[in-house]
């Protein structure tokens, strides 16, 4: 099977407003996974098997917890497919991407 997921992390700090902080640390995290991804305004795209995915979710949950966050909404949407499916293929007509991208 072929999976892309679509998260949405929502992260709350007891002692800050700061989301933003807490969301940028998580996106450094899935650039870190070497997934292929893409990150947009409301929510990043990875790319892998559901294994991968997964943990993904648990390594970026466990992150925000260990910075402090108590309670983090993941808005997750997943995508099965027998066919291969890629974010490149679903946006190539509104990007152009490099060709080691």
Do not use: W
Request: glycine share 4%; proline share 4%.
């Amino acid at each position: 099977m072929n999976y892309i997921m679509a998260i949405q992390l929502v992260p709350h700090h007891p002692k800050t407003s700061d989301y933003q902080s807490h969301v940028n640390s998580a996106i450094e995290i899935i650039e870190e996974s070497g997934l292929t991804h893409f990150v947009g305004p409301m929510e990043t795209t990875v790319e892998g098997s559901i294994d991968e995915l997964m943990n993904l979710v648990k390594k970026l949950n466990r992150h925000l917890e260990n910075e402090g966050c108590d309670q983090v909404t993941s808005n997750i949407k997943l995508i099965q497919s027998e066919k291969p499916i890629k974010i490149k293929d679903i946006l190539a007509d509104y990007y152009e991407f490099d060709e080691d991208e």
